[in-house]
């Protein structure tokens, strides 16, 4: 009896068939005519935790209100806010969290360049609340609309008119208030990097949902929690003798604590009386995906069974940790963004009834209606680039900011040795040539200069893989491979290589090392012997800067092991760092050197721009 009572109390919840309130921010931003107008102003929102946002779009009295969530929430999940924060260790629904969600209710696409590993969680659950909370209205309105149909079907039997007319006669479908569906089912994808992730969304998911509930309403749950979870016990041989004999920073060993696969999709259904995993990309409600497992399912373009029709009518984009992305492949998200809400290739991809169909569907329209989530740690333009190529939403964008949310977020305040950074600016015409720009000033004004001075123990850091095999490729030339014998350390390379690179580099039996910013971000090595810097190009992570800055504060081991004894005061004892950077790397110098002093760097007179160490 009790199990009845509980499932009937949930059935409530879930499949309340009460009318949608015309001002309910759902029914409002689906209700909307497709000729929406382009007309678009742009304002700047003071929030108490948020700081300053900036809103562009077309409402011109954009305001937020947290006043307003308990009336656009189903009540199921408003119930389960505190409850939900609380099974993540975090106290009652914050005010930060209050905002974030009012924001998401006003359907606008939403930047957010303050994601860290201290607030990921924090921030889901808005997130989450807000996915469920369209699913559910959306499920609610169509079993309205199912009841109105059947209703309606009834009355025109009795009336004997209904001879000829059947559940999907166009008759019946008139009125375009009971076309409530796209083409396929999935409403929503969250993209996030690690199998971890995917863990911890349905987890919060569930705690929304059915709260302190002792029932378990998610259907094949223990599978998943032995392919998502982690179990620290069982941790690899080969894994474990691999790493190195040091301690790797509190934000590395955060990150990766968890099931780290980058490679799988999952669709989850929320159903009647349980949260369904595991249920056919084509026939979910949402698809959790890394960017490679979702590819996967793709295919390549070329492939005779590509599809991507699945991904025709997702109202709800969400992509998670996206900074992750730049660090496994960038294009896979790209990939994703240019077969989003396009027209099914095949019909039978339509899973929907075609009279329930919405016109601006029909009208391929649903960019101007598809929301976009992007939760990043920092703010480079690959992530504005996203919105303003492929973001159309007709409710606008609302852009968060960085340096607002997070006070003295300079990098360079963290260097703590003592080594003078020069700055070297180089003129580049646009975006798409500032690549061989910089290559050509790398190759002719800066690598000449170090060929020629006596410097040892150079580490070149070069953040993009196509970077780095471009420089390796002019380092092994023949005008510089006798001067200038290099070790590659990246990400491809085999461990028992890279060991024998770091021994060669740091005693100085090869006079500079290679080093990629994708290998640094996934193993964190210390690369000992470091005396002189060059970054090709500063890092996305800003912190990286730092790190590797404060490589060149040698231990007393060191210093007694490589210091030339002969002359203490050899030029070649004293550290340097060399930067390139263009007007187009304005974003990773604010990171590093605070947003004060880009101008500075951008419109001065002066190629190069001196830091002194401040300690």
């Known amino acids: 009896m009790v199990r009845k009572v509980k499932r009937k109390k949930l059935d409530a919840n879930f499949d309340d068939l009460g009318d949608i309130a015309p001002e309910d921010q759902f029914a409002r931003h689906f209700n909307t005519g497709s000729n929406c107008g382009n007309d678009r102003t742009t304002s700047e929102i003071h929030l108490p935790c948020l700081k300053s946002i900036t809103y562009n779009g077309p409402n011109k009295t954009f305001t937020i209100s947290t006043?307003?969530?308990?009336?656009?929430?189903?009540?199921?999940?408003?119930?389960?806010?505190?409850?939900?924060?609380?099974?993540?260790?975090?106290?009652?629904?914050?005010?930060?969290?209050?905002?974030?969600?009012?924001?998401?209710?006003?359907?606008?696409?939403?930047?957010?360049p303050c994601q860290d590993l201290n607030n990921t969680?924090?921030?889901?659950?808005?997130?989450?609340?807000?996915?469920?909370?369209?699913?559910?209205?959306?499920?609610?309105?169509?079993?309205?609309?199912?009841?109105?149909?059947?209703?309606?079907?009834?009355?025109?039997?009795?009336?004997?008119?209904?001879?000829?007319?059947?559940?999907?006669?166009?008759?019946?479908?008139?009125?375009?208030?009971?076309?409530?569906?796209?083409?396929?089912?999935?409403?929503?994808?969250?993209?996030t990097p690690f199998r971890d992730g995917a863990l911890k969304f349905v987890n919060i998911m569930s705690d929304l949902l059915f709260g302190e509930s002792t029932k378990n309403f998610v259907m094949n749950r223990k599978k998943f929690e032995s392919e998502y979870g982690y179990d620290a016990g069982e941790e690899d041989a080969e894994e474990t003798a691999a790493k190195p004999r040091f301690e790797r920073t509190p934000d590395?060993?955060?990150?990766?604590?968890?099931?780290?696969?980058?490679?799988?999709?999952?669709?989850?259904s929320v159903s009647k009386k349980a949260l369904k995993l595991y249920v056919d990309v084509k026939f979910c409600d949402i698809v959790i995906a890394s960017p490679l497992?979702?590819?996967?399912?793709?295919?390549?373009?070329?492939?005779?069974?590509?599809?991507?029709?699945?991904?025709?009518?997702?109202?709800?984009?969400?992509?998670?940790?996206?900074?992750?992305?730049?660090?496994?492949?960038?294009?896979?998200?790209?990939?994703?963004?240019?077969?989003?809400?396009?027209?099914?290739?095949?019909?039978?991809?339509?899973?929907?009834?075609?009279?329930?169909?919405?016109?601006?569907?029909?009208?391929?329209?649903?960019?101007?209606?598809?929301?976009t989530i992007l939760f990043s740690r920092f703010d480079v333009p690959e992530f504005r680039g996203i919105f303003s190529k492929w973001c159309k939403n007709y409710e606008g964008l609302t852009v968060g900011s960085f340096f607002d949310f997070y006070s003295n977020a300079a990098a360079i305040l963290k260097v703590q040795a003592a080594i003078p950074q020069a700055f070297h600016r180089f003129d580049s015409s646009s975006l798409q040539s500032d690549a061989d720009a910089r290559f050509e000033f790398f190759a002719h004004k800066i690598l000449p200069d170090f060929k020629a001075s006596p410097l040892k123990r150079i580490?070149?850091?070069?953040?993009?893989?196509?970077?780095?095999?471009?420089?390796?490729?002019?380092?092994?030339?023949?005008?510089?491979?006798a001067d200038m014998p290099c070790v590659q350390i990246f990400e491809y390379a085999e461990d028992k290589k890279v060991n024998r690179a770091r021994d060669l580099f740091y005693h100085a039996k090869k006079r500079c090392a290679?080093?990629?910013?994708?290998?640094?971000?996934?193993?964190?090595?210390?690369?000992?012997?470091?005396?002189?810097?060059?970054?090709?190009?500063?890092?996305?992570?800003?912190?990286?800067?730092?790190?590797?800055?404060?490589?060149?504060?040698?231990?007393?081991?060191?210093?007694?092991k490589l210091r030339d004894e002969d002359d203490e005061n050899n030029v070649q004892n004293r550290p340097t760092c060399t930067i390139l950077y263009s007007k187009y790397d304005s974003y990773r110098l604010a990171n590093v050197l605070g947003k004060d002093r880009v101008p500075v760097l951008l419109n001065s007179d002066k190629k190069v721009y001196l830091v002194e160490p401040i300690i």
């Open 67 to 112: 006043t307003q969530i308990a009336s656009n929430l189903k009540k199921v999940l408003y119930k389960n806010l505190n409850y939900t924060n609380q099974r993540q260790k975090l106290p009652e629904f914050s005010d930060l969290q209050k905002e974030i969600l009012t924001i998401l209710n006003h359907y606008c696409d939403f930047y957010l």
């Open 293 to 371: 497992g979702l590819r996967t399912q793709m295919g390549s373009d070329d492939e005779k069974n590509f599809d991507a029709d699945f991904l025709s009518s997702i109202e709800i984009l969400v992509l998670d940790m996206t900074d992750i992305f730049l660090m496994q492949n960038w294009d896979h998200v790209l990939h994703i963004f240019e077969h989003l809400n396009k027209k099914p290739a095949k019909i039978t991809s339509i899973t929907a009834d075609l009279y329930r169909i919405r016109r601006w569907v029909l009208e391929e329209k649903m960019q101007l209606y598809r929301q």
């Open 252 to 268: 590395f060993e955060q990150l990766f604590k968890g099931n780290t696969d980058d490679c799988f999709r999952i669709g989850v």
């Open 514 to 560: 290679l080093f990629t910013e994708r290998f640094h971000f996934f193993k964190r090595y210390h690369i000992r012997g470091v005396r002189h810097i060059i970054f090709y190009q500063l890092p996305f992570y800003a912190q990286f800067y730092s790190e590797i800055c404060n490589w060149t504060k040698w231990s007393s081991v060191d210093e007694s």
């Open 459 to 481: 580490l070149i850091f070069v953040p993009s893989y196509f970077d780095f095999v471009r420089v390796r490729n002019l380092l092994k030339s023949e005008e510089y491979s």
């Open 121 to 191: 969680n924090a921030l889901r659950i808005p997130m989450v609340a807000h996915l469920l909370n369209h699913t559910l209205k959306a499920r609610s309105l169509i079993l309205k609309n199912n009841s109105t149909l059947k209703k309606k079907k009834n009355q025109d039997e009795q009336d004997n008119i209904a001879e000829r007319l059947g559940d999907n006669d166009e008759q019946n479908y008139k009125d375009d208030k009971l076309r409530d569906q796209g083409f396929t089912k999935a409403r929503i994808l969250i993209l």
